[in-house]
């Protein structure tokens, strides 16, 4: 294996990881399964190419590669379909079977000259050199390519969603590109000695990777965890390592340095150098992407929630519950829904963002599949996993309700097992997804606001209680003084009467 396998081994772990991922977390959707059968074919080329770079048999290399061309033109009308049915595009059905029809002809030309005629042999390794029908293969693939960029292009114009306008653009510098870079591996195949650039699509299959985390592209209901993109960088730069030790055997093989006791120390310390920096590169690029919106507002958090627990105001607690969330977190809707005993349900106590008038005279029933669903988990409900895999029914029902009130998030506030209360999220303004620090700091606050109502209201309970005795100690008192005056009055008339009684005697 030499260094130029180096670009097409990582493409091949990048769809294969892809691939894996989304068959394990993906929900069974046309979307994923058409996405899944891209990587499946995005392995194969990349099979084939690391086949062609590393034989030195230019009648194996050819074998390899006309069988492997089967599948390589098979790429192009599933990539198409794949972005029709992603962009949500219903009508021109015909474009999708006019390229599956031109692929199947073209297909039953692969094991024929008329496909790859022969093999090239380039300073990189063996590739196809490619017969008649050919440039029809390479022109279909990159006017299909243009023409999907061009749609996404257009979404990403249109789109007036913050949150869905990120997704295209991730789609768009992954996914997209990524076809165009493959698209162009047609270029070597046409004679020009030119190292081919599909070779590279690691590169945004990882941008589409980071999408998949932070804006759940394939909707796989997956919240942010770094620990878990650690974890697979790792296992990424574990697998590079391997494959430098192997070129570096196969290349140094056979020099004296090579078998000198003092080589494997030089070479440990070179990799150490080496890989150490990276990590810690990727590590910090990863933290960028991922904490823009840094956590500056933890401790802000962290204070407003000690500071609620102290607060015996209804109206106190929601302005801080509300306007800490809206603002440091910088989502466009959220609202504080209280239980009233009186009416038997929970109705907006306090609302901020777009969704003001929708959710300011709403009352949600103790019995809806909202409430009852809440009360089953005892934590957060999230849209976002709501939406993916099968449901049940009280799954679905809360789906719409989650729909109804504009809601990403909800927050219940129990306390003894009782739902005092909930707070819906909306989305955030940026647009990225709510990540795991931001549910376990939202816990906290929705924890410590749930001990705040249950207090204010027993101080509610108290003072109204208060009130009642001193309003009976005042009609007490009245009374009793009332009876005083009653009882001199009846003691004077008892006088006077006495007095004239004896007058008259």
């Not at 399964?33 to 030195?56: A, E, P, Q």
Request: proline share 3%.
């Amino acid at each position: 294996m030499t260094v130029y396998s180096i670009p097409p081994f990582l493409t091949l772990l990048s769809f294969a990881g892809l691939g894996i991922f989304t068959f394990i977390f993906g929900q069974k959707s046309r979307i994923n399964h058409y996405f899944s059968l891209i990587c499946l074919l995005g392995v194969i080329l990349y099979i084939d190419i690391l086949i062609n770079f590393n034989v030195k048999s230019a009648h194996i290399a050819l074998i390899s590669s006309r069988i492997g061309h089967i599948f390589h033109i098979l790429l192009i009308p599933v990539y198409f379909h794949f972005f029709q049915e992603y962009l949500g595009i219903k009508h021109r059905k015909w474009i999708i079977r006019t390229a599956y029809g031109f692929a199947f002809i073209l297909m039953c030309s692969t094991p024929t000259p008329l496909c790859i005629k022969s093999m090239q042999k380039f300073s990189f390794g063996y590739f196809g050199k490619g017969g008649t029908l050919y440039p029809l293969i390479g022109i279909a693939a990159v006017v299909m390519t243009l023409y999907i960029l061009k749609q996404i292009y257009n979404g990403i114009i249109t789109e007036k969603d913050s949150r869905k306008k990120n997704r295209l653009k991730y789609v768009f510098a992954g996914f997209g590109i990524m076809g165009l870079m493959v698209g162009l591996n047609v270029l070597p195949v046409l004679g020009y000695p030119i190292y081919p650039p599909g070779n590279f699509s690691f590169i945004p299959l990882f941008i589409f990777s980071i999408g998949i985390f932070k804006h759940n592209l394939l909707d796989m209901g997956i919240i942010l965890k770094k620990s878990l993109l650690y974890s697979i960088l790792t296992a990424m730069l574990t697998g590079l390592y391997a494959l430098i030790i192997i070129i570096a055997d196969r290349l140094l093989k056979g020099f004296e340095l090579y078998d000198s006791s003092f080589f494997p120390v030089i070479f440990f310390l070179f990799i150490a150098l080496l890989f150490g920096p990276l990590k810690t590169w990727v590590q910090k690029i990863v933290d960028h992407l991922f904490a823009k919106e840094t956590y500056e507002y933890q401790a802000t958090l962290r204070q407003v929630s000690r500071t609620i627990a102290s607060v015996l105001d209804f109206d106190e607690i929601a302005r801080l519950l509300l306007d800490t969330v809206s603002q440091a977190m910088k989502v466009d809707n959220c609202s504080l829904f209280i239980y009233d005993p009186v009416r038997s349900g929970y109705f907006s106590f306090a609302t901020r963002g777009k969704y003001y008038k929708k959710t300011s005279s709403i009352l949600i029933s103790q019995d809806s599949w909202l409430v009852r669903y809440m009360m089953e988990i005892k934590q957060p409900v999230i849209k976002m996993r709501l939406g993916s895999g099968k449901k049940s029914e009280t799954e679905k029902n809360s789906l719409k309700e989650l729909n109804l009130l504009g809601a990403e998030i909800v927050m219940p506030m129990i306390f003894n097992d009782k739902l005092n209360g909930f707070a819906i999220l909306g989305n955030k303004s940026s647009g990225n997804f709510y990540s795991d620090k931001d549910l376990y700091l939202l816990e906290i606050l929705a924890d410590q606001s749930a001990l705040a109502i249950e207090n204010a209201r027993s101080c509610q309970i108290i003072n109204k209680l208060n009130k009642n005795l001193e309003k009976k100690v005042r009609q007490r008192t009245a009374d009793l003084e009332k009876a005083l005056k009653e009882k001199e009055r009846t003691q004077e008339q008892l006088i006077r009467s006495e007095s004239l009684a004896a007058m008259g005697q």
